[in-house]
């Protein structure tokens, strides 16, 4: 089928080029050049496991093209993902200025033939209506262009060209560092629409994927495909998000409680997720959630619920328990150390999650800014960062080419983010580089009787 993805973020780019990996001819469309030029190359402007290798396949099968021409793309695609950034307003809201843009951008360049238009952005609850209109404002522009003075097309034309398009929600369910992974090993693909026609090509798009083609384990079911109206289908992504967000939270404040009462949370969160109504996963304690994708969801649906007239209390909860958990980190070390002021503070990991570059809402960003208001020194080493460009756009920290590195002279270390290669690094070297030798395990990630006999003292959250 023929594709076209307008937007070459996170998921933009794993949509087109796994799209592409499984056959389809795609064209991915970003207006920044630069950017274009590098995806052009076979390199991917993010950092994704396994997205670059993919990339590189599917533009030597010539299955995907990369370009800044938006009329080129919408006249080649016969489906048309809206795949740009919906960043969060200060009001909580989604900023939803660049799916308008690129709404009136499909409108404007509509060259006949049937399309379906489909909202992959996380857009408020409503959007599918509200793109729908502004395609149609963009058709109408267009058409008034096109009608020449003293007679020539007319007006009446403009009712064809309308029918010829529907607008469908695809929300994604996509994990930095495993975007790829998930894109084709779904738990489930949600279609919302009003058009059976529409949902018909959305089900053959994904036919390979639905039919785990290319599945690491092709012998499961079938993924289930959920077909419901446009509005539902927007609520379930923001749902999602905000239900893990909040089983996130839930876990924290309990960490919290064991922290007092000399419980361990890990056992508890063990306990408590071999229950098949809980689950074990996302209840793993640490110093909260960050990220591109939670803090703006929950604060999209609260804000929405307050424009209809509901307080979501438990939403407002799970934030408040979140900003909360950022300074945990802090408090254990003032636990410690007592006075931080003329103190240096390692940091291992500054990504929000491990296996991407992401800093977005990071909570290392939060640690930064608290440990430089109370005087102290603080660096910093992540297997990513570290090697990047993205330091150089850090401030109040001195980012390290290497862990030992780091710790040499570090009065603590404070594990931020769980990347792999923290479990194998030698602490006990690291530890007689240090001043004192104290490391809070931010994400209960690392051993505590290992950390000990490498001559740690070992703080945990909950534990």
């Not at 950034?85 to 009001?91: I, K």
């Not at 909040?246 to 997720?273: H, L, M």
């Not at 328990?321 to 636990?335: D, G, M, P, S, W």
């Not at 990504?351 to 930064?368: C, E, G, S």
Request: with cysteine.
């Amino acid at each position: 089928m023929r594709v076209c993805v307008i937007g070459t973020g996170y998921v933009g780019l794993v949509t087109g080029a796994c799209l592409a990996h499984i056959g389809h001819d795609v064209i991915c469309v970003d207006n920044n050049e630069e950017k274009v030029k590098l995806m052009k190359s076979g390199q991917s402007p993010i950092f994704e496991p396994g997205l670059s290798e993919i990339m590189q396949s599917a533009i030597q099968s010539g299955n995907i093209q990369f370009t800044s021409d938006i009329a080129a793309g919408v006249g080649h695609g016969e489906i048309l993902f809206i795949a740009v950034g919906t960043p969060p307003l200060p009001t909580g809201e989604s900023d939803t200025r660049y799916v308008e843009a690129v709404a009136r951008g499909i409108g404007a360049n509509l060259n006949g033939g049937y399309k379906v238009i489909v909202n992959k952005s996380t857009v408020p609850i409503g959007s599918g209506d509200w793109v729908r209109m502004l395609v149609l404002d963009g058709i109408a522009e267009r058409q008034k262009t096109l009608v020449p003075a003293g007679g020539g097309l007319s007006e009446d034309k403009l009712p064809e060209v309308v029918a010829q398009f529907d607008v469908v929600s695809n929300p994604e369910f996509l994990r930095e560092g495993s975007a790829v992974y998930d894109t084709f090993n779904p738990d489930r693909i949600v279609l919302g629409g009003n058009s059976q026609r529409a949902i018909a090509l959305m089900q053959q798009l994904y036919a390979p994927i639905v039919e785990r083609k290319f599945a690491e384990n092709q012998s499961l079911p079938p993924v289930p495909i959920l077909a419901t109206d446009l509005s539902s289908a927007e609520m379930i992504k923001y749902a999602a998000n905000a239900f893990l967000a909040t089983k996130i939270s839930f876990i924290n404040e309990v960490a919290n409680i064991c922290d007092r009462v000399g419980a361990d949370v890990t056992q508890v969160a063990k306990g408590i997720g071999l229950d098949s109504r809980i689950g074990n996963k996302f209840l793993q304690a640490g110093i909260g959630w960050g990220g591109s994708c939670f803090p703006k969801d929950v604060a999209a649906l609260i804000h929405t619920a307050d424009d209809y007239g509901y307080e979501a209390q438990l939403l407002k909860s799970a934030v408040s328990v979140n900003e909360r958990q950022r300074l945990i980190a802090l408090e254990k070390l003032q636990q410690v150390l007592k006075i931080l002021k003329g103190k240096t503070v390692g940091l291992l990991g500054l990504t929000f999650k491990p296996d991407t570059d992401d800093l977005r809402d990071a909570p290392a960003l939060n640690l930064i800014e608290q440990l430089n208001r109370l005087g102290a020194k603080v660096k910093a080493y992540d297997p990513i960062v570290s090697q990047t460009g993205l330091r150089h756009g850090l401030s109040g920290v001195l980012v390290e080419t290497d862990a030992e590195r780091l710790a040499d002279g570090c009065d603590a270390l404070v594990l931020v983010t769980e990347w792999q290669q923290f479990s194998t690094l030698d602490y006990g070297k690291m530890a007689k580089l240090m001043n004192h030798p104290v490391i809070i395990d931010g994400r209960n990630y690392l051993d505590p009787e290992t950390m000990v006999r490498a001559g740690f003292q070992y703080v945990g959250v909950g534990r």
